[in-house]
């Protein structure tokens, strides 16, 4: 059964810092992995996805980037901003039907 | 139009009460999805429809009962809930493909806020 999990569970940063969120998965059979943001009491919003042939993705300030061989994936924020500060989850489809799985999230707190 | 809208936003309801969540998207998407939401946890998927069929039930309880009238609409009636089954409820899809293999983005509606006294 495939398994996310996301370190730091919490992230505490002043303003402008630049700062990586990680991602690691036990099945390195994906289809796709994509990261999510959500505002509390809100829903998903997606941020980028990365197919399973592609290495990153770019989007503004934000690069992820995926190792499927290692079960790995990072999202990168540059310049972190207060507007920044929400939950960022990833999941990964797997190749067997209509699965996304995902992470605990990490909470992202960005001090001005 | 990337947008998947969720009616209602909030709704409060007895334990003896039906009520229906709705779900409605304008993409062409083929795969809709029902996911429940905790406090502080990641979604939990519930339910998957592919071409409006059931695909996928995540052995959820049967007073929770998912329909698609067609592939733009997904409702989930609910009967007889309990007090723990309070969340947020949130209606996804996707491009969606057949033989099960989904791809392509998933897009989240804002989620209904349900309340089971």
């Known amino acids: 059964k495939q398994e996310v999990t996301q370190i730091p569970a919490a992230l505490s940063v002043p303003e402008g810092e630049n700062l990586v969120l990680n991602c690691s998965f036990t099945d390195s059979a994906i289809y796709n992995l994509q990261w999510f943001r959500q505002d509390p009491g809100k829903g998903l919003t997606s941020l980028l996805l990365i197919q399973s042939s592609q290495r990153e993705q770019t989007s503004g300030r934000l690069n992820a980037s995926l190792d499927k061989s290692s079960g790995r994936s990072t999202l990168y924020i540059a310049a972190s901003q207060p507007g920044d500060s929400a939950t960022y989850l990833c999941?990964?489809?797997?190749?067997?039907?209509?699965?996304?799985?995902f992470g605990g999230g990490t909470r992202l707190m960005v001090k001005p | 139009d990337t947008e998947v809208t969720q009616t209602p936003k909030h709704l409060v309801m007895g334990m003896t009460n039906k009520k229906s969540l709705k779900c409605e998207q304008h993409?062409?998407?083929?795969?809709m999805y029902w996911y429940k939401q905790k406090a502080k946890k990641p979604p939990e998927l519930m339910f998957v429809y592919s071409y409006e069929k059931l695909s996928i039930n995540e052995s959820v309880p049967s007073r929770f009962s998912p329909e698609c009238p067609n592939s733009s609409l997904l409702n989930l009636h609910l009967h007889a809930l309990q007090p723990e089954d309070s969340a947020l409820y949130l209606c996804a899809s996707s491009q969606g493909r057949r033989a099960g293999v989904q791809t392509g983005e998933l897009f989240f509606g804002e989620g209904s806020r349900l309340t089971v006294l």
């Open positions: 999941a990964v489809h797997v190749n067997a039907g209509n699965m996304l799985t």
């Open positions: 993409m062409g998407h083929r795969a």
